[in-house]
């Protein structure tokens, strides 16, 4: 059973004084797996916040319904045992990191010594262990995001939403964040992650939808998604036209793109085999080869174009 299941959400936020109405979720559907990681990705404005705001109660729906956990638990029992790093969050600036979780902490009922090894262990997961005592106001922007990250998991969630989790944190930051994410995931953790950073978003996420003005566009297993159709990179230790002539690279549907490198484009995986075994035969070695894929960043971009076109029609 997904540990969230969202069933015809629509947001209509009635704006200003001028009361334009925004449709910022249009009639979204979603289920997530518990123990994945998935990816929510979407333009700015898109309605990613406010399906998150949704899902935890900080804002209620138009019309629809979604489930957390099973459909016996309450949104505030369910609120125990989530997680959550807002997007652009803020900390009193009077406090310490320390204090800071020892708010949060309190929050989700911890107290006493077990909260104070609590604090550590988060401190220590983010590695924030030398700022603990450093009043959050000389804090950097990667080192609120990583207080927002301890905080989000203080009280051990089992489902954690992170909103933009690596926004303004450097690149050996980013690939800290990913790898505790997948450590979270291995312990079994769900992950709801809103994120700009596709690249990044690829590599870590199970799972992902796309959304444009609130509706879902796409959602698959990002691997899926990726693939293009059977088209293959291969590296070898010499020039086949040199070896066997030109006629030899048609014939096997190849093409050259570098010195000794060249790309395939084959029917099925079983043609592409035949061609390694035809070299392999001919004594030529094969250093390295992948199957060619587009980046996520390609398939948003084709995806949201395509959906722009078709409301601009
Ligand atoms: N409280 C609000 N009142 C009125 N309109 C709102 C409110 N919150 C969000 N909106 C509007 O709803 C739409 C969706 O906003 P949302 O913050 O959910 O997008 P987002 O996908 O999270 O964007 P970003 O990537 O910039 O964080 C936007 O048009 C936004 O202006
Ligand atoms: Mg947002």
Do not use: C
Request: net charge neutral; no cysteine; aromatic share 8%.
């Amino acid at each position: 059973m997904p540990i969230l299941e969202i069933n015809n959400l629509t947001k209509i936020y009635n704006g200003g004084v001028k009361k334009n109405e925004i449709k910022a979720l249009d009639d979204f559907s979603l289920k997530i797996e518990e123990g994945t990681i998935f990816g929510l990705l979407g333009q700015n404005g898109a309605g990613k916040t406010t399906l998150i705001k949704i899902l935890l109660g900080i804002t209620f729906p138009t019309k629809g319904t979604f489930r957390i956990f099973d459909s016996n638990t309450s949104l505030e029992e369910a609120k125990m045992k989530i997680g959550y790093l807002p997007e652009n969050h803020k900390f009193p600036n009077f406090l310490t990191g320390n204090e800071v979780l020892k708010y949060f902490g309190m929050m989700s009922g911890l107290s006493g010594k077990s909260l104070e090894l609590k604090i550590s262990e988060m401190l220590e997961l983010v590695d924030m262990t030398k700022w603990g005592k450093t009043k959050v106001k000389v804090y950097s922007k990667g080192m609120m995001q990583r207080l927002g990250l301890a905080q989000a998991l203080i009280h051990d969630p089992q489902l954690i939403f992170l909103d933009e989790p690596t926004d303004g944190v450097d690149p050996i930051g980013r690939k800290e964040i990913r790898n505790l994410l997948i450590l979270l995931k291995e312990k079994g953790k769900t992950i709801f992650l809103n994120s700009h950073l596709l690249s990044e978003v690829e590599l870590v996420t199970d799972h992902i939808a796309i959304m444009n003005r609130g509706k879902l566009i796409k959602e698959g297993n990002v691997l899926e998604l990726t693939k293009k159709e059977e088209v293959y990179n291969i590296i070898l230790d010499v020039n086949l036209e040199e070896l066997f002539g030109e006629h030899y690279l048609t014939n096997n549907s190849l093409s050259k793109v570098a010195d000794r490198t060249y790309t395939i484009r084959v029917q099925d995986s079983s043609e592409f085999n035949l061609l390694i075994d035809k070299l392999r035969a001919s004594g030529v070695t094969i250093k390295e080869f992948s199957q060619q894929k587009n980046s996520l960043e390609d398939i948003f971009i084709s995806l949201v174009n395509e959906a722009e076109k078709g409301i601009s029609k």
